[in-house]
């Protein structure tokens, strides 16, 4: 049926109302799938398709070998630590200092269901560390599904997006939210999809100065981490290494996201990194919905073990290994990635 394409504008509003699409520009990404979904089997062609940004590259080997082995060792009947297993903490830390050039300690990392679990938890804590700070700001383009998360969490958030405001621009447009005092959180992509902006290090050493003059709590979105090919960011422990806000403030959590960076999207597993300030940072407002009034304890104690009581050992032995390969320079996670970028170009 390629003859019919261009697809005809009323196929699409028609499909895009039995999906419930009232504009493409506010769809969800789930949203955008069911209507590429569709209309490819109506049109029996294949798109190229980067709205859930996996391209369909295999998982690596090494993480379903392992999660094998521990499902075969009968790791299924045990309930998982809520702190993560201690070889992935201790993976993730490497990580950190191998691939980032900053120390983040074992204890602050912390394994989730999936990057989007490490966001919805931190503002659960972070949104309510101080009653008079109770919104977050998301310098967009971003994921728009966190907006999502606040949404369901009946917490505020405002945004803005940073293209016309780079470098030194920056400053004044975070502060122009900054000074009113209600912000809590700082939330961005870096790189981000679907502009594959980088951070620089003039704005990250912005955010992070910012963050230390107002308390704002900056979650780093690294869901992206080494897809900016201009530089090969995939050799451990030798420059270069990616600019990070963890440079220039300890007011940090950064959400590590398995599911582009290893291809295991399909098993749930990611990360948050609290950094070691942050993490034993003690806040007298969490008491007010939580029973420690310590940040790190209260994502351990509260908001993860009531909503999920930790995640599978079985993913979070398959990300231990992956990391371990990558962290021993066995496995170059970089290089499968280029496809990213190939499919960005055609």
Same mark, same amino acid.
């Given at each position: 049926?390629?003859?019919?394409?261009?697809?005809?504008?009323?196929?699409?509003?028609?499909?895009?109302?039995?999906?419930?699409?009232?504009?493409?520009?506010?769809?969800?990404?789930?949203?955008?799938?069911?209507?590429?979904?569709?209309?490819? %089997?109506? #049109?029996?062609?294949?798109?190229?398709?980067?709205?859930?940004?996996?391209?369909?590259?295999?998982?690596?080997?090494?993480?379903?070998?392992?999660?094998?082995?521990?499902?075969?060792?009968?790791?299924?009947?045990? #309930?998982?630590?809520?702190?993560?297993?201690?070889?992935?903490?201790?993976?993730?830390?490497?990580?950190?200092?191998?691939?980032?050039?900053?120390?983040?300690?074992?204890?602050?990392?912390?394994?989730?269901?999936?990057?989007?679990?490490?966001?919805?938890?931190?503002?659960?804590?972070?949104?309510?560390?101080?009653?008079?700070?109770?919104?977050?700001?998301?310098?967009?383009?971003?994921?728009?599904?966190?907006?999502?998360?606040?949404?369901?969490?009946?917490? %505020?958030?405002?945004?803005?997006?940073?293209?016309?405001?780079?470098?030194? %621009?920056?400053?004044?447009?975070?502060?122009?939210?900054?000074?009113?005092?209600?912000?809590?959180?700082?939330?961005?992509?870096?790189?981000?999809?679907?502009?594959?902006?980088?951070?620089?290090? %003039?704005?990250?050493?912005?955010?992070?100065?910012?963050?230390?003059?107002?308390?704002?709590?900056?979650?780093?979105?690294?869901?992206?981490?080494?897809?900016?090919?201009?530089?090969?960011?995939?050799?451990?422990?030798?420059?270069?290494?990616?600019?990070?806000? *963890?440079?220039?403030?300890?007011?940090?959590v950064l959400l590590f996201s398995s599911s582009k960076v290893f291809s295991y *999207?399909?098993?749930?597993?990611?990360?948050?990194?609290?950094?070691?300030?942050?993490?034993?940072?003690?806040?007298?407002d969490l008491n007010r919905n939580f029973s420690i009034d310590k940040f790190g304890?209260?994502?351990?104690?509260?908001?993860? #073990?009531?909503?999920?009581?930790?995640?599978?050992?079985?993913?979070?032995?398959?990300?231990?290994?992956?990391?371990?390969?990558?962290?021993?320079?066995?496995?170059?996670f970089v290089a499968p990635l280029k496809e990213y970028g190939q499919r960005a170009?055609?």
């Amino acid at each position: 049926m390629m003859d019919s394409l261009p697809i005809n504008q009323e196929v699409v509003l028609q499909v895009r109302e039995e999906l419930g699409i009232k504009t493409l520009a506010q769809a969800s990404i789930r949203q955008i799938v069911q209507l590429a979904d569709r209309l490819q %089997k109506m #049109y029996q062609v294949d798109f190229i398709r980067t709205e859930m940004g996996v391209p369909g590259l295999a998982a690596p080997q090494i993480g379903t070998d392992a999660e094998i082995t521990a499902l075969r060792s009968g790791v299924a009947s045990v #309930y998982p630590p809520i702190q993560g297993i201690e070889p992935l903490k201790q993976e993730l830390s490497r990580f950190a200092r191998l691939f980032l050039d900053i120390d983040v300690a074992p204890t602050g990392c912390i394994p989730t269901v999936g990057a989007m679990q490490s966001s919805m938890l931190v503002f659960l804590v972070a949104n309510r560390r101080d009653k008079n700070k109770d919104t977050t700001l998301f310098i967009d383009p971003g994921f728009p599904v966190q907006k999502r998360q606040l949404g369901v969490l009946g917490m %505020k958030y405002e945004s803005f997006d940073i293209y016309d405001y780079r470098g030194d %621009k920056l400053r004044a447009k975070l502060e122009s939210y900054l000074e009113k005092g209600h912000i809590s959180t700082f939330l961005y992509s870096t790189p981000n999809n679907p502009a594959w902006i980088s951070f620089t290090e %003039k704005e990250l050493s912005i955010i992070g100065e910012l963050a230390n003059k107002y308390d704002v709590v900056v979650l780093e979105d690294l869901a992206y981490f080494g897809m900016d090919f201009r530089q090969d960011y995939g050799q451990p422990g030798r420059a270069p290494y990616p600019a990070t806000v *963890a440079r220039y403030t300890d007011n940090y959590v950064l959400l590590f996201s398995s599911s582009k960076v290893f291809s295991y *999207a399909g098993q749930r597993i990611g990360a948050m990194l609290i950094s070691d300030g942050l993490y034993n940072r003690q806040f007298a407002d969490l008491n007010r919905n939580f029973s420690i009034d310590k940040f790190g304890p209260a994502i351990l104690q509260d908001a993860i #073990y009531t909503s999920s009581a930790g995640t599978a050992h079985s993913s979070q032995a398959a990300l231990a290994a992956i990391l371990k390969a990558v962290n021993e320079g066995a496995y170059d996670f970089v290089a499968p990635l280029k496809e990213y970028g190939q499919r960005a170009a055609s």
